[in-house]
């Protein structure tokens, strides 16, 4: 691994965020990352990953500091862009689905909230990429794991996302839909030219799919380090 690069040109994710949860302090130190390919946020088991996705999202009010996003500012002190406003598509490790809905009808839950003037990705070629097609009319209670999780994937980016989340999204998935998951996420990523950034503990996932690595411990961001593919 090298030290992290970046040219001028390049869109970047510029912060210093606080984000004090009682139990837990947050306090990420500056950060700069490209807005292009993967970023994995990466450290043990209560380094602060989830609670810097929170806080880079804008769903915990109570973060503090400074965001920008490819010049946008969404965060500046007390000024504050919500959430609904950064265009974020979120992926978390449960689905998040609703339980009495179709799987037709959790896409369209989100579509249906777009703000005036977005439209979203083509609904057509979004569920056959994500292969979920032939289950748009199923309950989704009765979706395995892996196809839940594809339904997630496919309501996140037909919101037509500035920044896609995904919070350790394969966790609760066997071996087999994991790594069915892993290429589908690489051919997404590939497809949609979308900046993601990714909560992990699986070292294989890192090596896939990683652009680069987001270290953090004790509420802190460490370092940033690039893979050089081999």
């Given at each position: 691994?090298?030290?992290?690069?970046?040219?001028?040109?390049?869109?970047?994710?510029?912060?210093?965020?606080?984000?004090?949860?009682?139990?837990?302090?947050?306090?990420?130190?500056?950060?700069?990352?490209?807005?292009?390919?993967?970023?994995?946020?990466?450290?043990?088991?209560?380094?602060?990953?989830?609670?810097?996705?929170?806080?880079?999202?804008?769903?915990?009010?109570?973060?503090?500091?400074?965001?920008?996003?490819?010049?946008?500012?969404?965060?500046?002190?007390?000024?504050?862009?919500?959430?609904?406003?950064?265009?974020?598509?979120?992926?978390?490790?449960?689905?998040?689905?609703?339980?009495?809905?179709?799987?037709?009808?959790?896409?369209?839950?989100?579509?249906?909230?777009?703000?005036?003037?977005?439209?979203?990705?083509?609904?057509?070629?979004?569920?056959?990429?994500?292969?979920?097609?032939?289950?748009?009319?199923?309950?989704?209670?009765?979706?395995?794991?892996?196809?839940?999780?594809?339904?997630?994937?496919?309501?996140?980016?037909?919101?037509?996302?500035?920044?896609?989340?995904?919070?350790?999204?394969?966790?609760?998935?066997?071996?087999?839909?994991?790594?069915?998951?892993?290429?589908?996420?690489?051919?997404?990523?590939?497809?949609?030219?979308?900046?993601?950034?990714?909560?992990?503990?699986?070292?294989?996932?890192?090596?896939?799919?990683?652009d680069r690595v987001l270290f953090m411990q004790a509420g802190q961001v460490e370092t940033i380090e690039t893979l050089q593919?081999?």
């Amino acid at each position: 691994m090298d030290s992290m690069q970046s040219t001028p040109s390049q869109p970047l994710m510029q912060g210093s965020l606080k984000l004090d949860l009682g139990t837990f302090y947050l306090e990420s130190g500056p950060f700069e990352i490209p807005l292009q390919g993967v970023t994995v946020l990466f450290g043990r088991s209560g380094s602060g990953k989830s609670t810097l996705l929170r806080a880079i999202s804008g769903l915990d009010k109570r973060t503090e500091g400074n965001l920008s996003v490819g010049g946008e500012i969404w965060q500046a002190g007390a000024s504050v862009l919500p959430t609904r406003k950064r265009h974020i598509g979120f992926v978390f490790q449960d689905a998040a689905l609703f339980p009495h809905m179709t799987v037709r009808q959790n896409l369209m839950y989100g579509v249906k909230r777009l703000p005036k003037g977005i439209k979203p990705e083509n609904f057509e070629e979004i569920v056959q990429r994500v292969g979920i097609a032939d289950k748009l009319d199923r309950a989704v209670t009765y979706l395995s794991g892996g196809e839940r999780q594809r339904v997630a994937i496919a309501r996140a980016l037909l919101m037509r996302p500035k920044l896609l989340c995904m919070d350790e999204p394969l966790s609760a998935l066997d071996w087999r839909a994991k790594a069915e998951m892993l290429t589908l996420i690489e051919e997404l990523v590939a497809a949609y030219r979308l900046p993601v950034l990714y909560i992990t503990h699986a070292p294989a996932e890192v090596e896939r799919l990683a652009d680069r690595v987001l270290f953090m411990q004790a509420g802190q961001v460490e370092t940033i380090e690039t893979l050089q593919q081999a």
